[in-house]
C-alpha cells in the first residue's frame, strides 16, 4: 500500500450508507478490537448525523474498504481571534491497517481543512495508547486534566429535535 492508494473524503448526509456500514466494525477500528461493535445505526440517524453543520467526518478507504476514520466538533470560539476551533472527538485506523500513515494522513487532511476554513487549533482528549501517535503529528500536552461525567437513564434519540 502507498498513500495514493488511500481515498479520503469528508462524508455528508448522502453518504449515511458508509456510516452504517462503519458502525457494524467499528470496534475494529478501537484500542481493544475484543469490545462489541457500537451498533446498528439507523438510516435517518446517520443522515442526521452528517447534516449536522458542527460535525467533521473523514473516512479514509482503500479498494472499496474502510481503513480510517476522523471526527471532529467545530466549537464556536466566544473571543477575538479565530472564529471558530476543532474538537477531535475520535478517530481509528482498522487494526489490520495500523502504523502505515492512514492516522497521520487523516489528520494531514483535517489540517488542510483547518486552513482553509481560518481555524488555528484543535484539541483531542486522546487516550494513553494513542499520546505517542498525536505527539508524532505535532499535538503537544496542555495542563489540566479532562473529565467525563456520564448520566445514567437517557434514552436513546437522533437529534435534538426528535
Ligand atoms: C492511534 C491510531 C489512530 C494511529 O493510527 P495509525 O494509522 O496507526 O498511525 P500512523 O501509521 O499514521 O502513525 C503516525 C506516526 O505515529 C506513530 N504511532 C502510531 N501509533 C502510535 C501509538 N499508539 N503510540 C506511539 N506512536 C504511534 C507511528 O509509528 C508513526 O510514526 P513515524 O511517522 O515516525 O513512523 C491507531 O493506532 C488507532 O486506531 N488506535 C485505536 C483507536 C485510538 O486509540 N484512537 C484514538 C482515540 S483518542
Known amino acids: ?6 481515498r479520503i473524503r469528508l462524508l455528508g448526509p448522502d453518504d449515511a450508507d458508509a456510516l452504517m456500514r462503519l458502525a457494524e466494525t467499528d470496534n475494529l477500528f478501537d484500542e481493544d478490537p475484543s469490545v462489541a461493535p457500537s451498533g446498528a445505526l439507523t438510516y ?14 473523514w473516512l479514509a478507504e482503500l479498494g472499496g474498504g474502510l481503513v480510517g476514520f476522523l471526527h471532529c466538533c467545530i466549537q464556536r470560539r466566544r473571543n477575538a481571534g479565530p472564529w471558530a ?3 477531535l472527538m475520535e478517530m481509528g485506523t482498522h487494526m489490520e ?3 502505515r500513515g492512514i492516522g497521520r494522513s487523516l489528520v494531514a487532511v483535517m489540517e488542510e481543512w483547518m486552513r482553509e476554513h481560518g481555524m488555528e487549533e ?3 482528549p486522546a487516550n494513553l495508547y494513542a499520546t505517542g501517535f498525536y505527539e508524532k503529528c505535532g ?6 486534566e479532562i473529565l467525563v461525567k456520564a448520566l445514567g437513564g437517557v434514552a436513546a434519540r ?4 426528535a
Open 1 to 6: 500500500m502507498t498513500n495514493a492508494d488511500v
Open 44 to 57: 435517518d440517524a446517520a443522515r442526521s448525523f452528517l447534516g449536522d453543520p458542527t460535525a467533521l467526518f
Open 85 to 87: 476551533e476543532l474538537l
Open 97 to 99: 491497517w495500523r502504523r
Open 122 to 124: 484543535v484539541w483531542v
Open 139 to 144: 499535538f503537544a500536552k496542555d495542563e489540566g
Open 158 to 161: 437522533e437529534s435534538m429535535n
